[in-house]
T-cell receptor, first 115, second 115 residues
Framework: AQSVAQPEDQVNVAEGNPLTVKCTYS??????LFWYVQYPNRGLQFLLK??????LVKGSYGFEAEFNKSQTSFHLKKPSALVSDSALYFC?????????????FGAGTTVTVRA | NAGVTQTPKFRVLKTGQSMTLLCAQD?????MYWYRQDPGMGLRLIHY???????AKGEVPDGYNVSRLKKQNFLLGLESAAPSQTSVYFC??????????????FGAGTRLSVL
């Protein structure tokens, strides 16, 4: 079975401060990992993914994420948050040992960046 | 440059009524998906399609039917709506199965209330 947990329902930061959104995963094999962002009244937008290779993945809008196999984590980071980063963020995983196609999404983390 | 378009954007139904949600994509993607999004639960896959004329069940298929008569369209039907189907529905598409590392592109969603 595969699953992903986002331990924080909400993250609040001041503009200009570093932003971290946490994600931990559980798979029996190796994972594919994704981050998506959802702005109000919009669909999800892809931010970045980890398939293999470098543990630090860079994505859209200045975001990056670090894959840590020993801690089974894939935290999303941005060095300097903007008010426009306020949104709902989803982590998703797929177990490479799985024979199906399915991605498992976390419950989401609401990020609020205050001016 | 429409991407994935969902209609309608909002709908209110009475228990027992039926309706069809339409998803259209102009990216020539083979794969299409229907998800529902409920507070605190992330996205859950209802049904998906790997190509024109094919459909398959996801995590939560009960109470829904789908059809993919044309490559660009994926319809989600509710034959007899129930209050438990009150949710936000998202359609997505991808070049290949999302679970093999391919990016999904999402529509803006349909907000459905069943009274």
């Amino acid at each position: 079975a595969q699953s992903v947990a986002q331990p924080e329902d909400q993250v609040n930061v001041a503009e200009g401060n570093p932003l971290t959104v946490k994600c931990t995963y559980s798979v029996s094999g190796n994972p594919y990992l994704f981050w998506y962002v959802q702005y109000p009244n919009r669909g999800l937008q892809f931010l970045l993914k980890y398939i293999t290779g470098d543990n630090l993945v860079k994505g859209s809008y200045g975001f990056e994420a670090e894959f840590n196999k020993s801690q089974t984590s894939f935290h999303l980071k941005k060095p300097s948050a903007l008010v426009s980063d306020s949104a709902l963020y989803f982590c998703a995983v797929r177990d490479l040992r799985s024979n199906d196609y399915k991605l498992s999404f976390g419950a989401g983390t609401t990020v609020t960046v205050r001016a | 440059n429409a991407g994935v378009t969902q209609t309608p954007k909002f709908r209110v139904l009475k228990t027992g009524q039926s309706m069809t949600l339409l998803c259209a994509q102009d990216m020539n993607h083979e794969y299409m998906y229907w998800y529902r999004q409920d507070p605190g639960m992330g996205l859950r896959l209802i049904h998906y399609s790997v190509g024109e004329g094919t459909t398959a069940k996801g995590e939560v298929p009960d109470g829904y039917n789908v059809s993919r008569l044309k490559k660009q369209n994926f319809l989600l039907g509710l034959e007899s709506a129930a209050p438990s189907q009150t949710s936000v529905y998202f359609c997505a598409s991808s070049w290949s199965l999302a679970g093999v590392g391919n990016i999904q592109y999402f529509g803006a969603g349909t907000r459905l209330s069943v009274l």
